[in-house]
């Protein structure tokens, strides 16, 4: 491990806010795009719902072969493939073809979930925690912003406009990286189909890496009902908001983000489980405050700020807990983890529009709520050896202690290939 600068850290920490940011500028822009296409809530809501299945196809299928190549040249190669989609969502001339692109992009996208092993390998055993840290909150920062950016920008000059801005980052991006980014030592002699099947272990030997799973995306599905029919509420009576507005609500998201270091330190101090239930109620009572939000504009912006702090809470739990199960493979488990989360994310974007058409923004409340409350009714239900061990404080900074479920698996061919 040779260490990580601080100008490297911040460079990744940027290559992962661009990145991410990506899967979130359609959300300001549905209305836009709708009247452009003459589509309506449901349909439109596709964009969302195939940025979020992109994602989750990249995570299951690119996201492991860090492990295999150079992640530096794969990390410049993805950004090359997502600037060019970013350019077809910019001229496409159907809603087809832009679902389409955007499927690209996002599964390309994932770039992000590259540069945080990435930097975590690069970094000494006494800095990871910050290096991680700091890379993670360009994550948030891209994810926050993003609605902001893509707002102001297609007031200015249209929805079609971001895409075009989005592709140039790409691009420049990639020449960043390809600049700064070190040269990783030589990758696991191992194949591809081999990986694979030790993901397929992971996710069938790791119950509590499948139960955080499940959280995450009861959270994110409950996250993603909301966000995407938001613009819909916005733009009709009584706010009547424009894109450049409705854009900002994306900074609401800002008051909490100091929840991820609030639950950085719960789960560092052995409280992940008793947090956990918090944030999902958290959740579920934001979704109380949304619904008084059709007529009032100071409920809507608290029940945001709850919302995105319960969110982001939940996330810092749930990945310090799964690193805890591998340590020696992180990245697998992050693929495993992150693809369920992203599902769930995909049934709450795809369902969101039509059930505005139908049932309005009280039926959207429900639904997210409904979420938030399977989840939490998971939780209650947790087995006391999964809870037992919640309880446990981390061994270190990254919340990556040094307690294993189980034995390592030495059994599979890849077990010492691709253990990091």
């Known amino acids: 491990m040779v260490g990580v600068t601080r100008r490297l850290t911040l460079v990744m920490a940027v290559g992962c806010a661009l990145s991410a940011a990506n899967l979130y500028y359609a959300q300001p822009l549905l209305e836009a795009i709708a009247r452009s296409f003459g589509a309506g809530p449901g349909g439109v809501s596709t964009v969302v719902t195939m940025s979020q299945i992109g994602y989750g196809l990249g995570l299951l299928a690119l996201v492991p072969l860090g492990d295999l190549v150079d ?6 190669a993805l950004l090359v493939v997502t600037a060019a989609a970013l350019a077809g969502a910019a001229v496409a001339p159907s809603l087809a073809a832009l679902d389409a692109a955007i499927l690209i992009a996002s599964l390309t996208s994932v770039v992000v979930q590259v540069l945080v092993p990435f930097a975590a390998a690069l970094a000494a055993p006494a800095e990871r925690g910050r290096v991680v840290g700091a890379v993670m909150s360009g994550l948030l920062m891209g994810i926050l912003l993003a609605r902001t950016l893509a707002g102001a920008v297609a007031a200015l000059a249209g929805w079609r406009s971001v895409y075009v801005m989005a592709a140039v980052l790409m691009l420049g991006l990639a020449a960043l990286l390809r600049r700064e980014l070190p040269t990783p030592p030589r990758p696991a002699a191992a194949s591809y189909p081999a990986l694979m099947r030790s993901v397929l272990e992971i996710a069938r ?9 499940f959280y995450g995306a009861a959270m994110f599905a409950s996250f993603s009902v909301f966000w995407t029919s938001l613009a819909f509420l916005l733009t009709r009576p009584p706010y009547g908001y424009g894109e450049g507005v409705i854009g900002l609500f994306g900074l609401v998201g800002l008051a909490g983000a100091a929840m991820a270091n609030v639950a950085g330190r719960a789960a560092d101090a052995g409280r992940t489980r008793p947090a956990t239930g918090l944030a999902l109620a958290g959740l579920a009572a934001s979704f109380a405050l949304l619904a008084l939000g059709s007529t009032s504009l100071a409920a809507l912006i608290a029940g945001v700020v709850l919302l995105d702090a319960a969110v982001q809470a939940g996330q810092i739990l749930n990945q310090s807990e799964i690193y805890r199960v591998r340590p020696d493979a992180t990245s697998r488990v992050t693929t495993v983890y992150m693809a369920i989360y992203f599902a769930g994310g995909a049934v709450g974007s795809a369902s969101a529009g039509a059930l505005y058409a139908t049932a309005g923004w009280g039926g959207v409340c429900a639904l997210g709520a409904g979420l938030a409350l399977a989840g939490l ?7 006391r050896s999964h809870a037992a061990r919640s309880d446990l404080p981390a061994a270190d900074g990254w919340g990556t202690g040094s307690r294993s479920s189980g034995p390592a698996d030495t ?3 890849t077990s010492s290939a691709l253990a990091r």
């Open 205 to 213: 030997q790791e119950p509590i890496v499948r139960r955080r799973a």
């Open 377 to 383: 009714a998971a939780w209650v239900c947790e087995p």
């Open 71 to 76: 992640r530096r040249r794969m990390v410049c």
């Open 411 to 413: 059994s599979s061919p």
